[in-house]
T-cell receptor, first 112, second 116 residues
Framework: DAKTTQPPSMDCAEGRAANLPCNHSTISGNEYVYWYRQIHSQGPQYIIHGLKNNETNEMASLIITEDRKSSTLILPHATLRDTAVYYCIVRVIKAAGNKLTFGGGTRVLVKP | KAGVTQTPRYLIKTRGQQVTLSCSPISGHRSVSWYQQTPGQGLQFLFEYFSETQRNKGNFPGRFSGRQFSNSRSEMNVSTLELGDSALYLC???????????????FGAGSRLTVL
């Protein structure tokens, strides 16, 4: 699986958009980008994933650059409940199932 | 629908003992995977079971083992506990196949183990 690089921490103002970057310069053509988050003392929560097109769901948007070497997770209107550690994971879909590698993630603090 | 249920939520053991943790996946999910989370090492993959067979295994010693039953419920066991085994043990379930199912996991709240 390709390695990902994320900033260790970032602050965001409540109500503003939070843009979380992720670098995955060694990504291969069949690897997807997945985002999870972990709110303190809870299990990680799946947010979104994509291959090469931008994706949007009720939680967030995922913007993947044309060369696929980086991506940005966008939380459109951050709330205090979005304070969490956000993990960017690159993973190929394998018939042999999952073995996700969580890096250090980005610790996001949403401030009032 | 009910989420992933892990029991017990908290437990305290002493060195040398063994522990068994249980995980009930979301109904219909055939894949169950286990992760260990510690402040120093972060989230680390332990193993994954799919249809009662271990399909993937992380880099943990043989003291860590697991199994999956025909109803997809899973247990993990840690024998001869060491202080370093103190951690949050997370279970996750998925359908186990396809783009959405292979790597889109639903996690439980975890079992927090303290080894004294």
């Amino acid at each position: 699986d390709a390695k990902t690089t994320q900033p260790p921490s970032m602050d965001c103002a409540e109500g503003r958009a939070a843009n979380l970057p992720c670098n995955h310069s060694t990504i291969s053509g069949n690897e997807y980008v997945y985002w999870y988050r972990q709110i303190h003392s809870q299990g990680p929560q799946y947010i979104i994933h994509g291959l090469k097109n931008n994706e949007t769901n009720e939680m967030a948007s995922l913007i993947i650059t044309e060369d696929r070497k980086s991506s940005t997770l966008i939380l459109p209107h951050a709330t205090l409940r979005d304070t969490a550690v956000y993990y960017c994971i690159v993973r190929v879909i394998k018939a042999a199932g999952n073995k996700l590698t969580f890096g250090g993630g980005t610790r996001v603090l949403v401030k009032p | 629908k009910a989420g992933v249920t892990q029991t017990p939520r908290y437990l305290i053991k002493t060195r040398g003992q063994q522990v068994t943790l249980s995980c009930s996946p979301i109904s219909g999910h055939r894949s169950v995977s286990w992760y260990q989370q510690t402040p120093g090492q972060g989230l680390q993959f332990l193993f994954e079971y799919f249809s009662e067979t271990q399909r993937n295994k992380g880099n943990f010693p043989g003291r860590f083992s697991g199994r999956q039953f025909s109803n997809s419920r899973s247990e993990m066991n840690v024998s001869t506990l060491e202080l370093g085994d103190s951690a949050l043990y997370l279970c996750a379930s998925s359908t186990g196949q396809g783009a959405l199912g292979a790597n889109v996991l639903t996690f439980g709240a975890g079992s927090r183990l303290t080894v004294l």
